[in-house]
């Protein structure tokens, strides 16, 4: 029975990869060919550098002293909101881009409730209005203005 199994297991792998092998054909772009994309938002970067280059709707990178001073002001929203530094950096860099693009307010602060309400670590179960707009201010204070 686990010959079996493991043989069953060994032949839909096999297939699985020799069917992607020629999924795209033969002049389709590979990841590795693909031309690169803009550096993610969590970068550090020297201070003020490349805050200038993204005023069309895309984040900032952000630098060491901006990223302490975001994720002490989330913190102090909800501590449980600096338990994963990563997510709490990404999240912000979405609201950014959203203040960035003309969001409307509500829109923007609606957004803030969803990347940061959650069961996510770095999120907290349930996100006031209020706590919500002080997420956005951390996020337009520390690195998005």
Known sequence: ??????????????????????ADGPNAKTPESAPATAAATTESTPSGEGEDASKDGAAPSLNAEQTRKLMGALKAVDPALGANEKWALTASGTICADI??????????????????????????????????????????????
């Open 1 to 22: 029975m686990k010959r079996t199994t493991t043989a069953v297991l060994a032949a839909a792998m096999a297939i699985a990869a020799l069917s992607a092998c020629d």
């Open 100 to 145: 960035r693009a003309g969001q409307a307010d509500s829109d923007v602060l609606q957004g803030a409730k969803l990347r940061f309400q959650g069961t996510t670590p770095g999120t907290v179960k349930s996100l006031s209005d209020g706590q919500a707009a002080r997420i956005v201010t951390a996020v337009k204070s520390s690195f998005c203005s």
